[in-house]
C-alpha cells in the first residue's frame, strides 16, 4: 500500500509534554496538508506544505504548533506543552500538486489524559 | 463562520435506491468541489470533484452536480449498496491567485443504506 502514512495511530500524552506526529506522503507527492478533526466536527485545515518551505499556515495556532517538512523524511506536526483541548484526530493528505485531489492518511488520534 | 454547510447530519436510503447528499458554501470565490467519503478509524477517501467551470461530473455511480447560482452542490449515488454506508464530507477550495490548497470542509453527513 502505497498511501499515505501516518505514524502513531494513537498517541497518548499527560498534560504539558511535547506530541510529535508523522506523516509520509504517497510516493511522488511533494505538497502536504495537516488538517484537525474534533468530534462531531468536519476537518479544519492547519498547514500546507511543500518540501522544506510552509507555503500557508493560516490554520495554525499561534503558540505551541510547528510543522516541518524536511529535504529528507516525513513531515512531522509538532505540538508542544499540550492540553486537554488538544485531543482531536489529526490527519495528514498530500498531493502531486496544488491543484490536484488531495489523497489523506488514516490519522493520529492524540489523547490527553 | 461556517463556509461549507452539510445541514442534513445524516440520511437512510434503501438499498438500490439513490442517495443524495446536499452541500451549500457562501464564499462565491471557490472554485473547485470535493467528496470524500470516511469510514470510522480510517482517513477520507476522494470520491469525486468537480470544477466550477463545470455543472456536472460523473463517475461511475457518483454523481456530483454543481449550481453556482444558488451556491449548491449534490452527490448522487446510485445504485446504492450497503458498502456505501459511511460519512460523507464535502469540501470547497479557493485556488485563484493565493496558491494554496485549503480544504473548506462540511461537518459530514452520515448515510446508512439498509440491505
Known amino acids: 500500500n502505497a498511501g499515505v502514512m501516518q505514524n502513531p495511530r494513537h498517541l497518548v500524552r499527560r498534560r504539558g509534554q511535547e506530541a510529535r506526529l508523522r506523516c509520509s506522503p504517497m510516493k511522488g507527492h511533494s505538497h502536504v496538508y495537516w488538517y484537525r478533526q474534533l468530534p462531531e466536527e468536519g476537518l479544519k485545515f492547519m498547514v500546507y506544505l511543500q518540501k522544506e518551505n510552509i507555503i500557508d499556515e493560516s490554520g495554525m495556532p499561534k503558540e505551541r504548533f510547528s510543522a516541518e517538512f524536511p529535504k529528507e523524511g516525513p513531515s512531522i506536526l509538532r505540538i508542544q506543552q499540550v492540553v486537554r483541548g488538544d485531543s482531536a484526530a489529526y490527519f495528514c493528505a498530500s498531493s502531486p500538486a496544488v491543484a490536484e485531489p488531495q489523497h489523506f492518511g488514516d490519522g493520529t488520534r492524540l489523547s490527553i489524559l | 463562520d461556517q463556509q461549507v454547510k452539510q445541514n442534513s447530519p445524516s440520511l437512510s436510503v434503501q438499498e438500490g435506491r439513490i442517495s443524495i447528499l446536499n452541500c451549500d458554501y457562501t464564499?462565491?470565490?471557490?472554485?473547485?468541489f470535493l467528496w470524500y467519503k470516511k469510514y470510522p478509524a480510517e482517513g477520507p477517501t476522494f470520491l469525486i470533484s468537480i470544477s466550477s467551470i463545470k455543472d456536472k461530473n460523473e463517475d461511475g455511480r457518483f454523481t456530483v452536480f454543481l449550481n453556482k447560482s444558488a451556491k449548491h452542490l449534490s452527490l448522487h449515488i446510485v445504485p446504492s449498496q450497503p458498502g456505501d454506508s459511511a460519512v460523507y464530507f464535502c469540501?470547497?477550495?479557493?485556488?485563484?491567485?493565493?496558491?494554496?490548497?485549503?480544504?473548506?470542509f462540511g461537518q459530514g453527513t452520515t448515510l446508512q443504506v439498509k440491505p
Open positions: 469540501a470547497a477550495r479557493q485556488f485563484g491567485s493565493s496558491n494554496t490548497g485549503k480544504l473548506i
Open positions: 464564499n462565491s470565490m471557490f472554485d473547485y
